[in-house]
């Protein structure tokens, strides 16, 4: 391809400083250097994680620098690699990965965890292994969020956090499995490990909330509560799979008190998909005594959750999960399969379609609870 080995200048929604909206620049972005990849970025999805970045930094997020390209949940086409990158060429479908799969280190070869940190300091800070960034907007460095920075037309990812899938994957949908939906979904299949014709509680009704329920339904959960302050999601939970919908603001007792009642005792799973701290007490006081598990999916980074002691030595299981608990390079082709094989929706998540030109809207839809998930086609702005 002509641009092989050339700065590429192109479109990225920027964030200048924190609580501002983003503005569309033309930023460019260098080659990759060894063990990169540079993507055409065709579509994203717009998650509450990117707004949480910029407008709750220091609150319940940790400092991120900037100015910063925020986007993390998406899938494109290898523009080019650089030295020493074996696995891709350009023409291939990827998803890119805020989680890496290095598939040589003691937690890659482990069956226990998904937590690979190859690169993983680094990609927090916002650059790529040799401590920069591959975009830069009026001669200065922009940082990467997560490594990944996908509000950008093109960007440059690890080769250990990028996902080879299949040709015929529509990159507008399969977009999703980059976060929320894996995420959700994983955080009952492979963290709750929900059981056939078990009970379960799902906090929070957004994209990771509606994945998890579905996660429940596919392993055959027998009662599937949806809980949510915003009734307008009941019937896509319904739709996804939930047996009951409840709203907190409906009762005047404690939400966990009103789950307790309802199932005669509590839930055998619950799974908290928010980042509260208090919707995570909630979620674990709602579990069943002697067995029951509640797993923390929302994101927080700095506030600190509080639990009864005697209700942990009753029995009750409290874990949490990270991306689901998915293995990402190695695992998310195979969730691709798995909606191309019609095991796993993803059309149901997408309740807006937007150019980038129109991120800021979006983000509005996604505060307002009007949208589950927005995904931004980054090749027709």
Not at 299 to 320: D, F, Q, Y
Not at 325 to 343: A, I, T
Request: contains cysteine; glycine residues 10%.
């Amino acid at each position: 391809m002509a641009t092989v080995g050339k700065v590429i200048t192109c479109k990225a929604a920027v964030a200048w400083e924190p609580g501002k909206p983003l503005c569309i620049e033309e930023v460019e972005v260098a080659p990759p250097k060894a063990h990169e990849v540079r993507i055409k970025v065709v579509a994203t999805g717009v998650c509450h994680t990117d707004w949480e970045y910029l407008f709750e930094t220091g609150k319940g997020m940790k400092f991120r620098p900037f100015p910063l390209v925020l986007g993390h949940e998406a899938a494109g086409i290898v523009e080019s690699t650089g030295p020493e990158v074996t696995r891709f060429s350009p023409g291939d479908k990827v998803i890119p990965l805020f989680l890496p799969y290095c598939g040589e280190c003691e937690r890659c070869l482990s069956p226990k965890t998904n937590h690979c940190k190859k690169n993983w300091t680094n990609m927090q800070a916002g650059i790529l292994a040799d401590g920069t960034s591959r975009i830069s907007c009026k001669g200065q460095q922009v940082y990467q969020f997560l490594g990944v920075s996908s509000f950008s037309q093109y960007t440059v990812v690890p080769d250990t956090s990028v996902a080879k899938i299949r040709s015929d994957a529509p990159l507008d949908k399969v977009c999703l499995l980059g976060c929320g939906v894996s995420t959700g979904y994983g955080a009952a299949i492979n963290a709750g490990k929900v059981e056939k014709d078990s009970s379960c509680a799902v906090f929070g009704l957004g994209a990771v909330g509606l994945a998890a329920v579905m996660g429940c339904k596919v392993a055959m959960a027998r009662r599937i509560i949806g809980v949510d302050i915003n009734p307008d999601k009941f019937e896509k939970a319904r739709q996804f799979g939930a047996t009951d919908c409840i709203n907190p603001r409906d009762y005047s007792k404690p939400i966990q008190e009103v789950v307790v009642e309802k199932t005669g005792g509590g839930v055998d799973y619950a799974l908290e998909c928010v980042g509260s701290p208090a919707i995570m007490n909630a979620a674990f006081e709602s579990t069943r005594d002697a067995w029951g598990t509640c797993v923390i999916a929302g994101w927080t980074e700095t506030e600190v959750m509080s639990i009864s002691v005697e209700k942990l030595l009753m029995g009750r299981t409290l874990k949490g999960t990270y991306f689901g608990g998915w293995k990402s390079v190695k695992d998310v082709p195979k969730l691709v399969d798995d909606y191309m094989n019609h095991k796993l929706k993803l059309d149901e998540f997408i309740t807006e379609k937007l150019p980038l030109v129109q991120i800021n809207k979006a983000f509005d839809l996604l505060k307002s609870g009007k949208s589950i998930r927005t995904v931004v086609s980054l090749q027709d702005s």
